[in-house]
């Protein structure tokens, strides 16, 4: 099982937690296809974490890895890939549970999001890094971000 926390995101300066989404970018999609779940303030989750919003549970993502061994021009890349970034990028969009939102930034005014990634094919390989980045968006209505 591989995990990833990403750095503090403040949550003081929005007026509102409507439409909470979060958005990865720089998921690797040259690699193992993988669930990531999402969990908020929860950088010990684990894949046995349960998936309810009073244990930071915020909803998940899919990816679709084109496998192992990569393709010649994805293993090219990878190995040309600065730091570890990825070598097929995509970006990918969960709009989180409002109630996990809420439970999570009750008493804080920051929020980790960490995502677990859970192989498709049981045993199976992980990615290195399940993003590169995350942004937490909030009422995109509103113009707030």
Do not use: C, W
Not at 61 to 77: D, K, T
Not at 110 to 128: H, I, K, R, S, Y
């Amino acid at each position: 099982m591989g995990a990833q926390t990403s750095v503090p995101i403040s949550v003081e300066s929005f007026e509102s937690l409507d439409r909470p989404e979060l958005v990865f970018r720089g998921v690797e999609q040259a690699g193992p296809s993988f669930e990531g779940r999402v969990f908020l303030n929860r950088p010990d989750a684990d894949e046995h974490a349960p998936r309810t919003p009073e244990a930071g549970y915020a909803g998940s993502f899919h990816v679709y890895g084109y496998g192992e061994p990569l393709p010649p021009a994805f293993a090219e890349a990878k190995e040309r890939a600065p730091g570890g970034a990825a070598a097929a990028p995509i970006e990918l969009r969960v709009t989180a549970d409002p109630a996990a939102v809420r439970a999570a930034v009750a008493d804080a005014d920051e929020l980790t999001v960490t995502v677990v990634a859970v192989p498709v094919d049981p045993g199976g390989a992980l990615p290195e890094r399940p993003f590169e980045r995350v942004e937490a968006v909030f009422d995109r209505a509103a113009g707030k971000s």
